[in-house]
């Protein structure tokens, strides 16, 4: 994925052999081949992490749901059935781990806090900071960034898939499961959205 | 052409659109500075993100291949049975729970009584002049089985809160440590475990001097919380909380900016639980939470959650708790 090198038109996937090979590791899965499994996991763990990682903003929660999500795969392997893209299936998978903690984080912080009388526990103290090198660059990375979690919900999948994950509009909608007509629409509204919002970075 | 909309300047930057589109957006971006800006401004937040992270695939690779992982890391909601000194914000009187010894008293000195809470556990004692006290958890008091004449001398150690009555002819002193609470009539919480090693005395009503024995002490008044150190100094805590002493005899467990040690320690002691820290960056933690005594599931998870960190069970039956840590 290029933002500004060779063109491609849009419908004919980007990277064929690899959809190809991906799916071979799965079906190796599926049949107890553990090198299969093991380079599966060396493929996408780090790109599913990060995924993690936008919802949840935690490192350690976002390992672990990807961990779990790999380990379920393991565990229920017999019954797993093949997907039409594997990239889609993962990504979505994560999706709806890192939703599904979101939502019960909230339930279970209302439930405390309604039924036992509990102030919310708050902490304080230095929370760890990832190091930053080049200051600029990286202050409107953060604006950006922050910009970025004021999207509407669908928006914002959309653009972090597409832009973050760098996977094209037809492997975007694979993962949620939608049209690429309203990808396209929502990555141009993302990017309409976030240019009135970060009008005092870009001049 | 005309001004390219957004969602086709997106299809640009994304590699999406066909080479017709992108040959006409050039031309249309060459033809004045102000198209440029225009699209530079959606390149700059196209292109701008934070540094990718690091992730530790090998510890997760080692972790999905242990044999018996996929059980769920999170915390899983087990029914448990606590010990029912703690199931209500039941007070027992006297014996229940506690071990009592009678030492034999010499000529001079009355004999005494002995009470000790395990972990987990506290009770009430009444006292014979009157007065009472709750003992905390992990606590250890020694009590005349007679006031005499004179001062009325209990010796603590650990944590109690006192409900002294009111006599100006008899001193009511509490020693603990190297130090002694004195009043005449007041209600105050004594805190003296040896792992703190400094005594500290929170009083709700009156007033109570805190120093050495035989010594001039310090008068700490009501709402305030003296704080005696092994050298002898007192010193008044500003910014400690009158609940945070004084709450759990009322059922609740208060904590205002405390760091997170000490609050798992307190919940160790109340819950005769193992709690630990994984990893230095969450001891650098405060809280600050008020909790029902009840429980102490939701009081775990409220915490886990406040500082983001996973809750792990081990040892026999799950008493050991680690707060925290990587998978």
Known sequence: ?203 | MDTPSDLLLARYLAGECSSAEARDIDAWSAASPAHRARLEQLRAIWTARRPPRTWDVEAMWRHIRRPGFGHGAYWQREPRRWRPALAAAAVLVLLAGGVVAVMRGSRRAPPMREYATARGQRITLQLPDGSSLQLAPQSHVRIPAQFGDGVRDVYLDGEALFSVAHDATRPFRVHSQDAVAEDIGTRFDVRAYAEDSTVAVAVAEGAVSLGRLAAEGVVVRAGQIGTFAPSGLVGMSPEGALADYLGWADGRLHFENVPLPAVLRAIGRWYDLDVRIAGPALATRSITAEFTLGAPDEMLRALALAVDARLTRSGTGGRIITLGGTP
């Open chain 1, 1 to 203: 994925m290029f933002a500004f090198g060779p063109l491609r038109d849009s419908g004919v996937p980007a990277d064929a052999s690899r959809h190809a090979r991906e799916l071979e590791w799965f079906d190796g899965l599926r049949t107890g081949d553990e090198p299969a499994f093991e380079a599966l996991f060396r493929a996408y763990a780090a790109p599913l992490c990060d995924f993690a990682y936008s919802y949840l903003e935690s490192e350690s929660l976002a390992q672990e749901i990807v961990q779990d999500l790999f380990a379920r795969l393991w565990e229920r392997r017999d019954t797993l059935e093949r997907p039409r893209s594997v990239q889609a299936y993962l990504f979505g998978a994560t999706r709806n781990r890192a939703l599904n903690h979101l939502r019960g984080k909230r339930i279970e912080t209302a439930f405390l806090r309604r039924l036992l009388h509990v102030g919310q526990a708050r902490a304080s103290g230095a929370r760890p900071v990832p190091p930053e090198d080049d200051l600029h660059a990286n202050a409107l990375a953060q604006a950006v960034a922050r910009a970025v979690e004021t999207l509407p919900p669908r928006c914002r999948d959309v653009f972090i898939l597409t832009r973050d994950q760098q996977l094209s509009y037809a492997e975007a909608a694979a993962v949620l499961g939608i049209a690429p007509k309203t990808v396209e629409i929502h990555v141009g509204r993302a990017l309409t959205l976030l240019r009135a919002k970060l009008s005092d970075w870009l001049s």
